[in-house]
């Protein structure tokens, strides 16, 4: 089946510019984004968040759409809240303009180079995921299926749905290579769309390599709940890096290092990103895999 209309959003955290400087410039300049077989529209994902320079106004947006588990909170006076509900009426499934495709852009002061985020390895986002993997070889790919982002993330709303996140970058602040870099990524999404709807995409044997979601480590705490070390530095910036039991993982403010006691080898991610410090999470823990698209389909 065709996709109808991709949905291109920036700002779903109002601090990452990078994506809402390239809306801005898509919305000033349409022919950029348009293509002939599909509709492409842009979103502000937190205007109110954008305003102000802020990663949200009362909660992440980004955790707002799994709304049956929201639903004790649905007649709060939360923006966010209100702000999801809004844009699922407008493009989710069920909305006044569903779309097939979403592509958020995001920002991380981590360093996670280029990297794209699949929360469902359906047999379209995984071609696509090939197709760009091959044009950029650079790029990262992450699978956060297993972590349940698909189902409160502003990308749950489609029903193919991709993120560009890249880093790192401090929030509130631009960075001339890593928006080219985005805009190229956007350029190439909307290209491989209408040759998928043209039906001029060639079917081939790939394989990806995943880094697959399996866990997430907060910073040692106190009784208080105040942080009581720090990344290592052996690890700070390691992003994907191979991580053996029995490495550096905190040091401690008195300089005492903690290993890592996992059984196996890990791959970190988004270690050190300074917006997950509220929500109790150092890094993200990876395993690295081979996957085969043709078996998938």
């Known amino acids: 089946m065709n996709i109808q209309r991709v949905l291109l959003v920036g700002g779903t955290h109002g601090n990452e510019l990078i994506g809402v400087y390239l809306i801005k410039k898509f919305e000033q300049s349409p022919q950029l984004i348009n293509r002939s077989s599909f509709e492409t529209l842009t979103l502000f994902g937190n205007p109110k968040a954008i305003d102000k320079c802020v990663r949200y106004i009362d909660k992440d947006l980004n955790r707002c759409f799994n709304f049956q588990a929201l639903d004790y909170e649905k007649n709060n006076s939360f923006y966010e809240n209100q702000r999801a509900q809004e844009i699922s009426n407008q493009f989710g499934l069920s909305g006044n303009t569903p779309i097939d495709l979403v592509v958020d852009q995001h920002s991380t002061t981590s360093n996670v ?18 197709y760009l993997s091959f044009l950029f070889p ?24 991709i993120c560009i996140e890249v880093g790192p970058l401090s929030h509130g602040t631009l960075d001339a290579e890593l928006l080219q870099k985005t805009e190229s990524l ?3 999404i909307l290209n491989y769309v209408e040759q998928y709807n043209r039906n001029k995409i060639r079917s081939k044997n790939k394989s990806l390599t ?4 399996c866990d997430s480590i907060d910073y040692p705490r ?7 070390a720090m990344i290592h530095p052996q690890i700070q910036f390691q992003d994907y890096a191979a991580l053996h039991p029995g490495n550096p993982l905190f040091l401690t403010f008195d300089g005492k290092t903690i290993i890592y006691q996992g059984k196996s080898i890990a791959y970190p991610i ?7 410090y509220e929500k109790g999470v150092a890094m993200c823990l990876t395993q690295k895999k081979q996957f085969q698209i043709d078996k998938s389909q």
């Open 222 to 228: 106190n009784q208080e709940g105040e942080i009581k």
């Open 270 to 276: 988004f270690i050190n990103e300074s917006a997950y």
């Open 186 to 188: 956007v350029h190439l």
């Open 210 to 213: 995943l880094y697959e979601y």
């Open 113 to 130: 180079g280029l990297m794209i985020i699949l929360d469902h390895l359906d047999p379209f986002i995984l071609d696509l995921s090939a």
């Open 138 to 161: 650079e790029i990262k790919i992450y699978s956060s299926e297993k972590s349940g982002r698909g189902k409160d993330s502003l990308r749950s709303i489609a029903k193919h749905r």
